[in-house]
């Protein structure tokens, strides 16, 4: 901290605020939730009053800075943001009102997020989840310049947060326009042939016996046409299955219950190896008829998960099942190979710009604490 900034404690600029109202069953609530590490104050769900067991609550108001009981001790804090203003919260959760003639509002939101506030909310009991109370959170001290450097600091960091997030903002546009252009070079092909599934990939079974005394690293798709991830390790006596299926980078997968939803996907080469329960159907690609990539690029696209919904079985829109034999039934706007190879080599591009993005969100993530640390050490301007 700058030597030249005074040290208080918060219980000389906040107010612990302990008000209750009683819950109506035939209302609607909105109900908060800390985000850990600091992250911020997020809507948890709306919900009617009869949904609420606990009927006193505790309703928050816009600018007051909100402490989780528990989960202080691993960044549950935040300032309430306007949207939220009116939200209720249990009795694990503090409220306090903060002096603003005395303290900023953003100031203390940026000084919550620095190594020095979290290790004095650290350092109170034994583990990371003891307990914090209202006088332990009043006990912890800020350095408090005038209101007047206060606010030139908070509109300096505001002014470099918002270059970090126009530099995230412009290598997202970077990435969802190649992936854009992928779109284009396979439904933009005026060759394309309706083909069925079945010309183009063979279904492969789950052969993999399970043994109780043995790990199996799952693999799961993510719906939105997010693309096959890294799961859970489980042991064999974790779970019913008998058989599993073993993945190979180059399969297609997808989960019964939820094709639907565009979980749909290309085994990249870092889910090599990794296993599915028969409820993912597993299928090697002919890739004499068609590339990995295409199929990968068709199935995460938006406008032909309805046409996937028309092919599931069920009359609830929740539980409806792509089952194999309607997949493979299915039909495709097949493009031309030489299409195809074009959109191979657009792929692998795009594939480059997305490890430089992963690299440089790093980086960007990296920026603010930096940011922060600079702003309370008072060298920022």
């Not at 969802?176 to 079974?205: H, K, W, Y």
């Not at 996937?308 to 069920?314: K, L, P, R, T, Y």
Request: aromatic letters at 10%.
């Amino acid at each position: 901290m700058s030597a030249a900034w005074p040290q208080v404690s918060l219980g000389a600029v906040l107010t612990h605020r302990k008000e209750f109202i009683q819950i109506n069953d035939l209302d609607k609530y909105k109900r908060c939730r800390v985000k850990l590490h600091a992250q911020g104050i997020v809507l948890r769900d709306v919900v009617t009053g009869s949904e609420i067991k606990t009927k006193k609550q505790q309703v928050c108001k816009a600018g007051e800075f909100l402490v989780a009981e528990i989960d202080a001790k691993v960044g549950g804090f935040g300032i309430v943001p306007d949207e939220l203003n009116g939200s209720i919260v249990s009795s694990h959760y503090f409220l306090f009102g903060i002096d603003e003639a005395k303290l900023n509002k953003r100031f203390l939101d940026f000084y919550s997020r620095i190594p020095e506030f979290r290790d004095q909310v650290a350092a109170q009991g034994s583990t990371n989840y003891a307990a914090i109370r209202p006088n332990d959170v009043l006990g912890y001290s800020i350095p408090l310049p005038s209101l007047a450097e206060q606010q030139l600091i908070v509109a300096r960091i505001e002014e470099l947060s918002a270059k970090i997030e126009v530099a995230r903002g412009l290598r997202r546009q970077a990435v969802e326009e190649a992936e854009a252009l992928c779109r284009s070079i396979i439904f933009g092909d005026p060759n394309a042939v309706l083909t069925p599934m079945c010309e183009l990939v063979r279904q492969r079974g789950h052969d993999v016996q399970v043994t109780a005394d043995q790990a199996y690293h799952f693999a799961g798709v993510y719906c939105f046409g997010r693309g096959v991830f890294r799961g859970q390790k489980k042991s064999g006596m974790d779970f019913a299955y008998k058989q599993l299926g073993q993945l190979k980078a180059g399969n297609f997968v997808y989960p019964k219950l939820m094709a639907w939803e565009g979980a749909l996907g290309i085994v990249p080469k870092e889910c090599d190896g990794l296993f599915v329960s028969p409820e993912f159907p597993i299928f090697e690609v002919i890739e004499n008829q068609v590339l990995p990539e295409t199929l990968d690029v068709y199935f995460r696209t938006p406008a032909v998960w309805p046409q996937i919904a028309g092919e599931s079985a069920g009359t609830n829109v929740r539980r409806r099942r792509l089952n194999p034999k309607d997949f493979l039934a299915y039909k495709m706007p097949l493009p031309s190979m030489q299409t195809q190879l074009q959109l191979r080599q657009v792929m692998q591009q795009v594939e480059g710009l997305k490890r430089l993005q992963a690299e440089t969100a790093v980086e960007l993530d990296a920026i603010l604490p930096s940011i922060l640390d600079k702003a309370f050490k008072g060298k920022l301007y």
